[in-house]
């Protein structure tokens, strides 16, 4: 079993910065992918960012060039700096961990006012 922490979210202004954290802890080492992703009201839950283990990421097309994901492995951490925020990216952000399972976090809430 994995488990998922996530921190970081809250309310920010439109054009600002949040950086989010997502702590694992336990079968660390059968982790080979880690990802965020964003359930917004009334929508799907859709991938925002993912990294392997070997470093390659994948983003949404909506995020490209705003927003960062990066991983330290010493830590078992994972990290979103989400910057120029716009209120579109209001939603539940939910930390992954895919291996031999499937593991989420409980999410965290970021609002994004205009």
């Known amino acids: 079993q994995v488990q998922l922490v996530e921190s970081g979210g809250g309310l920010v202004q439109a054009g600002g910065s949040l950086r989010l954290s997502c702590a694992a802890s336990?079968?660390?080492?059968?982790?080979?992918?880690m990802g965020w992703y964003r359930q917004a009201p009334g929508k799907q839950r859709e991938l925002v960012a993912r990294i392997t283990s070997g470093g390659t990421t994948t983003y949404a097309d909506s995020v490209k060039g705003r927003f960062t994901i990066s991983r330290d492995s010493a830590k078992n951490t994972v990290y979103l700096q989400m910057n120029t925020l716009k209120p579109e990216d209001t939603a539940v952000y939910y930390c992954?961990?895919?291996?031999?399972?499937?593991?989420w976090g409980r999410g965290t809430q970021v609002t994004v006012s205009s």
């Open positions: 992954n961990a895919f291996g031999i399972s499937d593991f």
């Open positions: 336990g079968s660390t080492f059968s982790i080979n992918v």
